[in-house]
């Protein structure tokens, strides 16, 4: 169970920011990080226990059947990242306390990345792949929210819809890898996908699987060529770039490589695709980072660059390469989390990052040039730095890879090119910022930040140097159980040693070191080349790019949509009649030799009049009202049909959505014209006759094939466990309430949303009432008649009673909670439509939405409560219980669930009819023009 906490206390702590926002900023932070601190402390009880290989996990049935469970698992490597996750994020909420200003939403801003920190720990402790997509998701929604922070800047706003889309799409093609994976293997839970390593393989959709798997990692982990969103993103605050872009969700995608590792790897496809995408990403991160002035710019590109490091040592074919990638994901998240909030400290302070400006400010903030020199060094692999060692394993796995055959010495020259490039960008990183003369033009005297702004880079550098000096002292633990994790089994040897003696690695590190500081001297030659080259700007690309689509998109829109319905209905039928018409050209005959009802007077009668009433709605369909009222008689049809055919529960349903369906059309067509101008010409006429009659005879014949041929359906099965598996006797309300709960669930979740969208769309749109009906004659002038207003005030109370009647005996007999909620929802709309809306207002002043959100919580909650005693969402529970003088009674968790669709229905009904009934005005509305 803590496990679970690890990742519900952040959760919970998107709101605590929120409840503080009156308060001090101070306050604000602290209550913020009370969440994460708790989650870290759990997490670090359980180290031991980690360390030592065991699995912490927690489970609880969502939909069994579909392989939708929720399961939390702490392994070494989810432990390895959600240390990060939480400890970095507690250093950036106290970075953020001193960097937002005064005209900065604190309490947003922490609800945001709260939201962020959630979702991060969702992907790292999810053991069931689908809910790694779901919290995968959550990441782009929520760093979309924090990049686009300053919302009222252009490029934040640009680079946060550039993050969102790319990161999205990656997203969707991660979702259809995990669809295969789980439909490959026959389980979506993630140990026993990582135990099938050969079934997936071997499979012939292994390729796809695998391409489809490595775009989501790629573009969320900004690897070649879907690199560019990940720069455009450093318009977000400091502390976003701190966590989000060099400790957390740019880390997403590198943790899928990890954590399919074990299932995925070991194939020449996944070398290959994998290997290059991280050398490209690499050389690319590394080159481009050289020539960026802004200093975060220059972060960015080197935050690519170590990104295709770790991608490229997991497309290694050697177990201790991805070792090497595990370590270097510590040491990365260290100095580069510490680099952007030192870079955050410098433009806080001086209000500049462009390094052409920053110019000696060692002289001004000597303690911070400190610690941005160190961390700079670990990056650049310097030893005794952290950075060193995983650099140092870096190479020597480069130099026993046979990627490439006889060329494969191709990788250690290119991976030493890299590391000469990133000496470079340190180094230039050093000098141009706190050497190089004086500072150029700032709009500000640089100084050093408050003491406690500064504490999280101290923090973090000292990390750096700790690692670097004892590194098997500090992180051998950690590393051990999280490579175990990656490799699902024993690690190879290996050493965290500082000194392996002279070897071509440190020769290689040697190289990097001498010729990183000479490309740096002799950067000039350099920069005049790539100035030379012409310019890209990915933002403008992508914007019009977009743009572009968006076009296109119109155009097609434009063409499918030209505003005819007729066309809409028109094009649907044909499909309909081809689709549906082909099949029943193949059949031999019709008829299926199943024996037929007798026609008797009753079916005879009732059909008569479904026919007539069909016939005139039709005829009289310009004259609204007349075709209102002839529709109506079509349902009532209907719903004596039902309850010919012994289906009284589906008569109660279509009699009741019928009467308020006919008040919803009478509110509507009360603001539209009473009668409709024939408009359509003699040809299509012809044309939609002879469609209409296409479609009818294809649905009869369609109709007579099914109900002539003997067919089983899954009806007997429960008719069989209605009583034993649901407790009640009524099938279709069991079915409703128990076997198919969560549909249920889902369909007043969407009529509540379509309320409240209606609800939305109709606030505060006042449309003049007519003066008179169709024919002119004008309204009578009481408004509200006394005999409908008596005659609905006495029937309200009746009406509320038999809605309690009908929803308790709906567990065994015809009845439940959405014909009560009807039931009660028309003797509410009836007292609107007699007395008027401020009537009822002031004596039942209810807010529905309100009312639409409780029902909601009750159905999910009945759902949830089945967690606490270990059983399925939704799972039921009924029992017989003898009181006195009442005798034996039935009690059944679905009762509660039946309430809450009930008051849905209550809710969302009233809340259309009553918005619908809101909009009359005595006044005629005047246009903004006009005043």
């Known amino acids: 169970m803590n496990v679970l906490w690890i990742a519900l206390l952040p959760m919970l702590g998107t709101l605590l920011p929120l409840l503080m926002a009156k308060r001090s900023r101070t306050a604000?932070?602290?209550?913020?990080?009370?969440?994460?601190?708790?989650?870290?402390?759990?997490?670090?009880?359980?180290?031991?226990?980690?360390?030592?290989?065991?699995?912490?996990?927690?489970?609880?049935?969502?939909?069994?059947?579909?392989?939708?469970?929720?399961?939390?698992?702490?392994?070494?490597?989810?432990?390895?990242?959600?240390?990060?996750?939480?400890?970095?994020?507690?250093?950036?909420?106290?970075?953020?306390?001193?960097?937002?200003?005064?005209?900065?939403?604190?309490?947003?801003?922490?609800?945001?990345?709260?939201?962020?920190?959630?979702?991060?720990?969702?992907?790292?402790?999810?053991?069931?792949?689908?809910?790694?997509?779901?919290?995968?998701?959550?990441?782009?929604?929520?760093?979309?929210?924090?990049?686009?922070?300053?919302?009222?800047?252009?490029?934040?706003?640009?680079?946060?819809?550039?993050?969102?889309?790319?990161?999205?799409?990656?997203?969707?093609?991660?979702?259809?890898?995990?669809?295969?994976?789980?439909?490959?293997?026959?389980?979506?839970?993630?140990?026993?996908?990582?135990?099938?390593?050969?079934?997936?393989?071997?499979?012939?959709?292994?390729?796809?699987?695998?391409?489809?798997?490595?775009?989501?990692?790629?573009?969320?982990?900004?690897?070649?060529?879907?690199?560019?969103?990940?720069?455009?993103?450093?318009?977000?605050?400091?502390?976003?770039?701190?966590?989000?872009?060099?400790?957390?969700?740019?880390?997403?995608?590198?943790?899928?490589?990890?954590?399919?590792?074990?299932?995925?790897?070991?194939?020449?496809?996944?070398?290959?695709?994998?290997?290059?995408?991280?050398?490209?990403?690499?050389?690319?991160?590394?080159?481009?980072?050289?020539?960026?002035?802004?200093?975060?710019?220059?972060?960015?590109?080197?935050?690519?660059?170590?990104?295709?490091?770790?991608?490229?040592?997991?497309?290694?074919?050697?177990?201790?390469?991805?070792?090497?990638?595990?370590?270097?994901?510590?040491?990365?998240?260290?100095?580069?989390?510490?680099?952007?909030?030192?870079?955050?400290?410098?433009?806080?302070?001086?209000?500049?990052?462009?390094?052409?400006?920053?110019?000696?400010?060692?002289?001004?903030?000597?303690?911070?040039?400190?610690?941005?020199?160190?961390?700079?060094?670990?990056?650049?692999?310097?030893?005794?730095?952290n950075g060193f060692l995983s650099k140092e394993m870096f190479f020597a796995e480069t130099l026993e890879q046979h990627l490439l055959g006889a060329l494969s010495w191709i990788i250690p020259l290119l991976a030493t090119v890299a590391a000469i490039f990133s000496v470079a960008y340190s180094l230039r990183l050093i000098h141009d910022v706190f050497f190089n003369g004086q500072p150029k033009g700032l709009t500000k005297t640089p100084h050093e930040p408050p003491r406690y702004m500064r504490l999280p880079v101290e923090i973090l550098v000292a990390l750096c140097l700790v690692v670097g000096i004892a590194p098997a002292w500090v992180v051998g633990g950690l590393l051990q159980a999280a490579a175990t994790a990656v490799l699902a089994g024993p690690t190879p040897e290996y050493s965290l040693a500082i000194w392996h003696g002279f070897n071509l690695p440190l020769l290689m590190s040697a190289v990097a070191l001498t010729a990183g500081v000479f490309m740096y001297v002799k950067r000039k030659q350099l920069f005049d080349f790539q100035n030379a080259l012409p310019g890209v700007d990915t933002l403008n690309i992508f914007e019009r790019s977009i743009k572009q689509l968006c076009h296109q998109a119109a155009q097609c829109y434009d063409w499918l949509d030209n505003g005819s319905l007729q066309r809409y209905m028109a094009l649907l039928l044909t499909a309909f009649v081809v689709l549906a018409g082909l099949p029943l050209i193949q059949m031999e005959t019709l008829s299926g030799g199943r024996a037929e009802i007798p026609v008797d007077a009753v079916n005879a009668t009732g059909a008569a009049m479904l026919l007539i009433s069909a016939f005139a709605t039709v005829v009289w369909h310009r004259k609204r009202v007349v075709a209102l009222l002839m529709i109506s008689v079509v349902g009532l049809m209907v719903s004596i049909a039902f309850t010919r055919f012994s289906a009284p529960d589906l008569a109660l349903t279509q009699l009741s959505v019928e009467v308020v369906t006919v008040i919803l059309l009478m509110l509507a067509l009360f603001f539209l014209p009473h009668k409709t101008p024939k408009q359509s010409e003699p040809s299509k006429v012809v044309r939609d006759l002879g469609l209409a009659s296409l479609v009818g005879i294809i649905v009869g014949s369609l109709s007579y094939a099914i109900m002539t041929r003997p067919f089983s359906t899954i009806s007997d099965f429960f008719i069989a466990n209605a009583k034993t598996g649901g407790g009640g006797t009524n099938v279709v309300n069991v079915i409703l309430v128990d076997f198919r709960g969560f549909d249920t669930l889902g369909e007043i979740a969407v009529l509540g949303i379509a309320a409240l969208g209606i609800f939305k769309l109709l606030t505060r749109i006042p449309v003049f009432k007519p003066s008179s009906d169709g024919e002119g004659r004008p309204w009578a002038r009481e408004r509200h008649p006394l005999l409908l207003a008596t005659v609905a005030q006495s029937i309200l109370p009746l009406a509320l009673m038999v809605s309690v009647f009908i929803f308790f005996r709906g567990h065994n007999l015809p009845g439940g909670g959405f014909i009560a909620g009807l039931i009660t929802a028309v003797a509410i709309i009836l007292l609107y439509i007699s007395q008027g809306v401020d009537w009822v207002k002031a004596r039942m002043n209810i807010e529905y939405q309100r009312v639409v959100a409780v029902g909601l919580m009750i159905a999910l909650l009945t759902g949830l409560a089945s967690w606490a005693f270990e059983r399925p969402f939704l799972t039921s529970w009924f029992d017989y219980f003898e009181l006195p003088l009442f005798g034996q009674i039935e009690l059944a968790s679905a009762i509660a669930f039946d309430l809450g669709v009930y008051i849905t229905v209550v809710g969302a009904t009233l809340l259309i009819l009553s918005s619908l009934g809101k909009m009359t005005t005595s006044h005629r509305p005047i246009h903004r023009e006009q005043i």
């Not at 135990?195 to 292994?206: C, M």
């Open 28 to 385: 604000c932070a602290l209550v913020t990080a009370l969440a994460p601190m708790l989650a870290l402390a759990i997490l670090l009880s359980h180290t031991q226990s980690v360390f030592a290989g065991q699995i912490w996990q927690f489970q609880a049935d969502w939909i069994p059947l579909l392989g939708l469970n929720v399961h939390f698992r702490l392994d070494g490597l989810a432990y390895l990242f959600a240390l990060l996750i939480l400890a970095i994020g507690l250093l950036v909420i106290l970075y953020a306390r001193y960097y937002l200003s005064e005209q900065d939403s604190m309490p947003r801003f922490y609800a945001y990345l709260m939201l962020f920190m959630t979702a991060m720990l969702g992907i790292v402790l999810s053991g069931n792949i689908l809910q790694i997509w779901l919290f995968w998701e959550l990441t782009s929604i929520s760093s979309f929210l924090l990049i686009s922070f300053w919302w009222h800047k252009s490029e934040a706003r640009r680079g946060a819809r550039m993050a969102l889309t790319i990161t999205g799409a990656g997203g969707l093609c991660l979702l259809a890898a995990f669809i295969l994976l789980g439909n490959i293997v026959g389980s979506y839970e993630l140990s026993v996908v990582l135990e099938q390593t050969d079934l997936i393989q071997n499979h012939a959709y292994y390729p796809v699987l695998l391409v489809l798997f490595l775009l989501g990692c790629f573009t969320k982990s900004a690897q070649f060529p879907f690199h560019f969103w990940l720069p455009n993103a450093m318009a977000a605050p400091t502390p976003v770039s701190a966590y989000l872009h060099s400790a957390t969700m740019v880390k997403a995608g590198i943790f899928l490589l990890a954590r399919f590792y074990p299932a995925l790897s070991g194939t020449d496809m996944w070398f290959l695709l994998v290997s290059l995408t991280g050398l490209a990403t690499l050389l690319v991160g590394a080159y481009l980072a050289l020539f960026k002035h802004d200093l975060k710019g220059l972060l960015a590109y080197s935050t690519i660059s170590h990104l295709g490091l770790i991608t490229l040592l997991f497309g290694l074919n050697s177990p201790l390469a991805a070792v090497a990638g595990v370590f270097h994901i510590i040491n990365h998240a260290t100095f580069k989390a510490s680099l952007f909030m030192a870079a955050g400290i410098i433009d806080h302070e001086s209000g500049c990052r462009d390094m052409r400006r920053l110019n000696g400010l060692w002289q001004f903030m000597p303690i911070t040039a400190t610690l941005m020199m160190v961390a700079a060094a670990a990056m650049a692999g310097v030893p005794l730095l």
